[in-house]
């Protein structure tokens, strides 16, 4: 009878330890399921991205709607995400190539990701086309905020008057580097230079933070960025560390915006090789060191 009982205890953890492994086995193959998904997904963001690109860099804005892409000969599967039941990508309409870079164009708004933690949680997440060509996976409770932070971003820029996007600038503890951003793009678009000590120790500060070794934050960067871009009309010397800077990224977008601020008598569109090779930017630095 013990004998018997224990032949059955053996038996039942047996199974017990069987079905834990299908169930980690499962688990495991949902996850590398769910991983190929998302790279399929930023395969096809990437397709989209590249002719939202070429659209803005042929006809000098972004299409009005991912329709007239389709139009263009972009199919229409690659205009959604390829789970489930194919939702189609969030399009921000209205912006433009010479915006804040952390400005999202495509968002998948509903998360239709999953993310398996290590810690046994399931994590929804969506794919965020930024304007810099970068691809970052982005939990579902964020997304509502970025497209709310985009909305606001594009009020400064559409709707604000100079003073306005002036006192964004002068409070950076009251607003977020993508409005701030937002408030120095709006400035860019005045010829009035009026604002330009605000915007020179903005570029000041943030040539500070790098020197110091401040930790890579995207919104400050972009910030530093578009500071840059507008102390460069008034003041080529100051702003040239941080255009030099870009000059160097790793992003091609940025190395490009960039390169025509720096070289605008360079006839477009200059050969791609010349943003493609990191090996360029530097010999563009060399060139602008011995003027
Ligand atoms: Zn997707």
């Not at 399929?40 to 709607?65: I, M, N, S, W, Y």
């Not at 120790?201 to 871009?229: F, H, S, T």
């Amino acid at each position: 009878m013990y004998k018997h009982r224990r032949r059955f205890i053996i038996a039942g953890i047996t199974s017990l330890f069987l079905l834990l492994l299908c169930l980690l086995g499962f688990q495991e193959s949902a996850a590398v399921g769910e991983a190929k998904q998302a790279e399929f997904c930023r395969h096809l963001a990437e397709k989209v991205a590249f002719a939202l690109f070429q659209h803005a860099d042929h006809e000098g804005q972004f299409p009005d709607t991912l329709e007239s892409l389709k139009k263009n000969g972009l199919a229409a599967q690659y205009c959604g995400c390829p789970r489930g039941d194919r939702q189609p990508y969030t399009y921000v309409s209205g912006l433009r190539r010479d915006m804040p870079e952390n400005l999202p164009l495509l968002i998948e708004l509903h998360a239709p990701h999953i993310f398996y933690a290590s810690d046994g949680r399931i994590i929804p997440y969506g794919l965020v086309l930024y304007l810099d060509g970068t691809i970052i996976p982005t939990a579902r409770e964020l997304l509502p905020e970025i497209m709310e932070q985009t909305r606001r971003a594009l009020a400064i820029m559409r709707k604000s008057e100079p003073g306005q996007a002036l006192d964004i600038i002068a409070s950076p503890s009251r607003h977020s580097y993508l409005m701030q951003a937002a408030a120095l793009w709006r400035l860019r678009q005045e010829k009035d230079m009026f604002f330009l000590p605000t915007v020179r120790e903005y570029v000041a500060m943030l040539g500070k933070n790098r020197a110091l070794g401040m930790p890579y934050q995207g919104d400050i960067q972009c910030a530093g960025r578009q500071a840059a871009y507008l102390l460069w009309r008034g003041d080529r010397e100051a702003a040239l560390p941080e255009l030099v800077n870009d000059m160097k990224s790793y992003q091609y977008f940025i190395r490009k915006r960039a390169w025509h601020t720096v070289f605008p008598e360079i006839p477009a569109p200059l050969p791609a090789y010349a943003f493609i090779s990191m090996e360029i930017p530097k010999e563009a630095v060399n060139f602008l060191r011995s003027k």
